[in-house]
């Protein structure tokens, strides 16, 4: 099975706190630097289930961008796309829960442009996912809506993750479901904050709803988490479930969110 990803591919810095920051003073913390943005994130939890997996965006040509590039070619991801500018960097601030909050520069990831979509990518697609941050504004919604068609051509199916609420509420919950409606996907992944301020769900697709320690319903198959010895870090594990959905179910999808929590950063 080959699994397209499009969307950001970013240098993710991920940094797990053992209490409160110390205001004008040093915090210890367990710090980790890699590659990681939701598209890419997928795309190397789908090869390492067992899949082959395509990561499409548009990466910096400078230190950040290379290493992001390395690291995924090293865990058998196909990294396509231009590099021009300054990479996008994620910081992830983990609380000793798990929980986490991010800090976002997505930079050269949120030009990616319908041109720099060559349409030989898709050749072989089985099944496209689309990060719901490239649909937030121009021009990388073109972008994402012509590798969706150009999907669609080939048969392959679509999804997306609609990935944040907070991004959904600054570019306009209304102007966003249209462009998803436009997307056509068969399968949509959503939290409950995303689906809530987006105002409801599209109709005709199979809907996935991540709750997180909760769980997860796969198109109302109301599904327990997986226990784990202890929860490191929530960074990723949305995008492991995807990943572990697309190339095996909910029971494979259960399992790679399980191991993405154990662990510190987004990548398996």
Same mark, same amino acid.
């Given at each position: 099975?080959? *699994?397209?990803?499009?969307?950001?591919?970013?240098? !993710?810095?991920? @940094?797990?706190?053992?209490?409160?920051?110390?205001?004008?003073?040093?915090?210890?913390?367990? *710090?980790?630097?890699?590659?990681?943005?939701?598209?890419?994130?997928?795309?190397?939890?789908?090869?390492?289930?067992?899949?082959?997996?395509?990561?499409?965006?548009?990466?910096?040509?400078?230190?950040?961008?290379?290493?992001?590039?390395?690291?995924?070619?090293?865990?058998?991801?196909?990294?396509?796309?231009?590099?021009?500018?300054?990479?996008?960097?994620?910081?992830?601030?983990?609380?000793?829960?798990?929980? %986490?909050?991010?800090?976002?520069?997505?930079?050269?990831?949120?030009?990616?442009?319908?041109?720099?979509?060559?349409?030989?990518?898709?050749?072989?697609?089985?099944?496209?996912?689309?990060?719901?941050?490239?649909?937030?504004?121009?021009?990388? %919604?073109?972008?994402?809506?012509?590798?969706?068609?150009?999907?669609?051509?080939?048969?392959?199916?679509?999804?997306?993750?609609?990935?944040?609420?907070?991004? *959904?509420?600054?570019?306009?919950?209304?102007?966003?479901?249209?462009?998803?409606?436009?997307?056509?996907?068969?399968?949509?992944?959503?939290?409950?904050?995303?689906?809530? *301020?987006?105002?409801?769900?599209?109709?005709?697709?199979?809907?996935?709803?991540?709750?997180?320690?909760?769980?997860?319903?796969?198109?109302? !198959?109301? %599904?327990?988490?997986?226990?784990?010895?202890?929860?490191?870090?929530?960074?990723?594990?949305?995008?492991?479930?995807?990943?572990?959905?697309? @190339?095996?179910?909910?029971?494979?999808?259960?399992?790679?969110?399980?191991?993405?929590?154990?662990?510190?950063?987004?990548?398996?």
């Amino acid at each position: 099975m080959l *699994i397209c990803t499009l969307g950001d591919q970013t240098l !993710d810095v991920v @940094v797990r706190l053992p209490g409160p920051l110390a205001p004008g003073g040093d915090t210890p913390a367990e *710090i980790s630097v890699g590659p990681g943005g939701q598209a890419a994130n997928v795309a190397a939890w789908a090869v390492a289930l067992g899949a082959r997996a395509r990561s499409i965006g548009r990466r910096g040509s400078d230190d950040a961008g290379r290493l992001v590039r390395q690291g995924l070619e090293a865990r058998g991801v196909e990294v396509l796309g231009p590099e021009e500018g300054r990479n996008g960097v994620i910081c992830s601030l983990v609380s000793p829960h798990g929980a %986490r909050s991010m800090a976002a520069d997505r930079s050269a990831g949120a030009e990616l442009r319908p041109e720099d979509v060559d349409e030989a990518w898709l050749d072989s697609c089985d099944h496209l996912f689309v990060s719901g941050y490239a649909l937030l504004r121009a021009p990388a %919604r073109a972008a994402a809506l012509r590798a969706a068609r150009l999907a669609q051509e080939r048969n392959a199916t679509v999804s997306v993750d609609l990935s944040t609420w907070s991004a *959904i509420r600054d570019a306009g919950p209304d102007e966003v479901l249209a462009a998803v409606a436009r997307l056509a996907p068969e399968i949509v992944f959503a939290n409950e904050d995303e689906e809530r *301020i987006l105002g409801g769900r599209l109709e005709g697709t199979t809907w996935i709803s991540k709750r997180g320690a909760r769980g997860a319903s796969f198109d109302g !198959d109301e %599904r327990a988490a997986l226990p784990v010895e202890r929860v490191v870090d929530s960074t990723g594990a949305g995008d492991a479930l995807a990943a572990g959905y697309l @190339v095996g179910g909910p029971d494979l999808a259960l399992e790679a969110a399980a191991r993405c929590v154990s662990r510190l950063g987004s990548m398996p």
